[in-house]
């Protein structure tokens, strides 16, 4: 993040479908001074050289053998990323890679902005419902989402 006069932005989704959700927004990243953040796989590797990254590690509930150890490491490498780079704002797609992000933005004073999942239009994701208390601003792509997240706005699809 080299432009101090632009207000620092974290942008921060897993990989897949939240972060090609994310990654529709990169018509704004020149806004801001950025950082984008996702998990290190083959997929993203090569991204460094389109925009200005930092990954975790890689981790799914599936490998339940492992996920707890990897989430771990990504929860202090989160934190480490959030003082390196200092976001006045943190906006993120989810999901459980983005979570402890939220949490360590909201406990030092930095707004958060979640957007649920375009994908969800009959049920809360679980990334969603954890943030949801304490996201300044939670964003649904669908009306009838408005029933889980009484408080969430509007805004429509983001594809």
């Not at 480490?80 to 999901?95: D, Q, S």
């Not at 360590?104 to 999942?117: D, M, N």
Request: charged share 25%.
């Amino acid at each position: 993040m080299k432009n101090k006069k632009l207000k620092r932005v974290m942008f921060i989704s897993s990989v897949g479908g939240h972060l090609t959700q994310m990654l529709q927004l990169k018509g704004i990243f020149k806004d801001y001074n950025y950082i984008l953040v996702t998990e290190y796989t083959d997929v993203t590797k090569d991204m460094k050289s389109k925009y200005k990254m930092e990954y975790l590690t890689y981790c799914s509930r599936q490998y339940w053998l492992s996920y707890p150890f990897k989430e771990g490491w990504n929860i202090l490498k989160s934190l480490f990323l959030f003082f390196k780079y200092r976001p006045k704002v943190v906006v993120t797609t989810g999901t459980h890679t983005a979570v402890p992000m939220c949490y360590i933005a909201k406990l030092f004073g930095s707004k958060v902005i979640f957007i649920e999942s375009f994908a969800k239009r009959t049920s809360p994701t679980k990334s969603g419902k954890m943030v949801y208390p304490i996201a300044d601003t939670f964003v649904v792509q669908w009306d009838s989402m408005k029933k889980f997240y009484p408080k969430a706005k509007v805004w429509g699809w983001i594809y």
